[in-house]
């Protein structure tokens, strides 16, 4: 009783902060490379052959679900556009019964050039109209748990006069790769968008930077083994976020070794760890499937179940084109 209780606390006080905070900070994903479009729109047409990537996230499912994500993008190379075409949608759910939703459609385009031989670059820009819905039955306030009585359903907090609220929220991004190598910089939320119940809640600016590298350790670039495995390549990676004062390293190696892929990551702030990643993933043809968990090590470990995150994606066939481009090597997921 008391182990239930504890997370109704918990519950409560996690979606009085998200009314109040109206989503103050942006949902991370852990398969970072498998929803590229959300990390960096530099990443559209990254892949040359039109792409579709889905993504469904479930964080701290021990409190209700308190945290769903889904996502849906498409992508890929446009010759006489000289770059890569892009949208992305989403829709994130916070709280019992989706107390705060939020769901958005962006659009985005990524110009590509060549600097050197070995060396280009992607510039994207990202343009998107957000909505963000707030049923206030829904929500659980700390004072309407009572230490003897339990949930009393009475609260004095009072209901904002509208929500329901839409905006506008543009991003921006550059991406900078050779033939094994790549490193990102993005930067969301440019406008800083007003996205609170109460007044002017301005949304801070993400910042977002990553880099990483394909390293093969095969003796030589071929199958390596009877049963069809493609060559292991090793890929060490490193990704910074920056929003509202938090900041998290997220520290990442990968084994692709086809079909297969299997990864381990981890995230922290500043003074508190968060949690490791556990990813594997198949992936053949036009087609990859992944699967990942949170290992929470925060204070937060005992109450959470960490976060579930599953992904798929296909590559379509590319139409014939006039010139040769290269696609971006980085991790599938």
Same mark, same amino acid.
């Given at each position: 009783?008391?182990?239930?209780?504890?997370?109704?606390?918990?519950?409560?006080?996690?979606?009085?902060?998200?009314?109040?905070?109206?989503?103050?900070?942006?949902?991370?994903?852990?398969?970072?490379?498998?929803?590229?479009?959300?990390?960096?729109?530099?990443?559209?047409?990254?892949?040359?052959?039109?792409?579709?990537? =889905?993504? &469904?996230?479930?964080? #701290?499912?021990?409190?209700? +679900? *308190?945290?769903?994500?889904?996502?849906? /993008?498409?992508?890929? @190379?446009?010759?006489?556009?000289?770059?890569?075409?892009?949208?992305?949608?989403?829709?994130?759910?916070?709280?019992?019964?989706?107390?705060?939703?939020?769901?958005?459609?962006?659009?985005?385009?990524?110009?590509?050039?060549?600097?050197?031989?070995?060396?280009?670059?992607?510039?994207?820009?990202?343009?998107?109209?957000?909505?963000?819905?707030?049923?206030?039955?829904?929500?659980?306030?700390?004072?309407?748990?009572?230490?003897?009585?339990?949930?009393?359903?009475?609260?004095?907090?009072?209901?904002?006069?509208?929500?329901?609220?839409?905006?506008?929220?543009?991003?921006?991004?550059? =991406?900078? &790769?050779?033939?094994? #190598?790549?490193?990102?910089? +993005? *930067?969301?939320?440019?406008?800083?968008? /007003?996205?609170?119940? @109460?007044?002017?809640?301005?949304?801070?600016?993400?910042?977002?930077?990553?880099?990483?590298?394909?390293?093969?350790?095969?003796?030589?670039?071929?199958?390596?083994?009877?049963?069809?495995?493609?060559?292991?390549?090793?890929?060490?990676?490193?990704?910074?976020?920056?929003?509202?004062?938090?900041?998290?390293?997220?520290?990442?190696?990968?084994?692709?070794?086809?079909?297969?892929?299997?990864?381990?990551?981890?995230?922290?702030?500043?003074?508190?760890?968060?949690?490791?990643?556990?990813?594997?993933?198949?992936?053949?043809?036009?087609?990859?499937?992944?699967?990942?968990?949170?290992?929470?090590?925060?204070?937060?470990?005992?109450?959470?179940?960490?976060?579930?995150?599953?992904?798929?994606?296909?590559?379509?066939?590319?139409?014939?084109?006039?010139?040769?481009?290269?696609?971006?090597?980085?991790?599938?997921?």
């Amino acid at each position: 009783m008391m182990k239930k209780f504890s997370k109704l606390v918990l519950l409560a006080a996690l979606c009085m902060g998200s009314f109040q905070c109206a989503s103050a900070q942006d949902v991370i994903f852990s398969q970072f490379y498998a929803n590229p479009l959300y990390m960096n729109p530099a990443f559209a047409g990254s892949k040359v052959c039109p792409r579709i990537s =889905l993504n &469904y996230r479930c964080q #701290w499912p021990s409190l209700v +679900s *308190a945290f769903t994500t889904a996502s849906a /993008s498409y992508d890929q @190379y446009v010759d006489p556009l000289h770059g890569g075409i892009g949208a992305i949608l989403m829709t994130d759910r916070q709280g019992d019964h989706g107390a705060l939703s939020t769901s958005s459609l962006a659009v985005m385009y990524a110009f590509r050039f060549q600097l050197a031989r070995e060396l280009w670059v992607n510039a994207g820009l990202k343009a998107g109209i957000v909505n963000t819905s707030l049923n206030w039955d829904a929500l659980r306030f700390p004072d309407m748990i009572d230490n003897v009585m339990g949930f009393t359903g009475m609260t004095s907090a009072q209901m904002p006069e509208k929500t329901n609220k839409w905006y506008l929220d543009f991003d921006a991004g550059v =991406l900078i &790769y050779g033939s094994s #190598w790549y490193a990102g910089f +993005s *930067a969301a939320h440019l406008t800083q968008p /007003s996205n609170g119940f @109460y007044g002017v809640t301005e949304l801070p600016i993400k910042l977002t930077g990553n880099v990483g590298a394909l390293i093969n350790i095969a003796e030589e670039a071929r199958r390596t083994s009877s049963l069809g495995l493609g060559t292991p390549v090793l890929s060490p990676n490193f990704i910074y976020q920056y929003q509202a004062g938090f900041h998290y390293f997220n520290y990442g190696l990968y084994l692709d070794w086809m079909p297969f892929l299997v990864g381990v990551w981890f995230r922290n702030g500043i003074e508190n760890a968060d949690a490791f990643i556990f990813q594997v993933g198949f992936q053949q043809d036009y087609f990859k499937i992944g699967y990942s968990y949170d290992v929470t090590v925060s204070k937060l470990s005992n109450n959470t179940s960490g976060a579930h995150e599953v992904s798929l994606g296909i590559l379509l066939p590319c139409p014939e084109k006039k010139h040769k481009v290269k696609a971006i090597r980085c991790p599938s997921f």
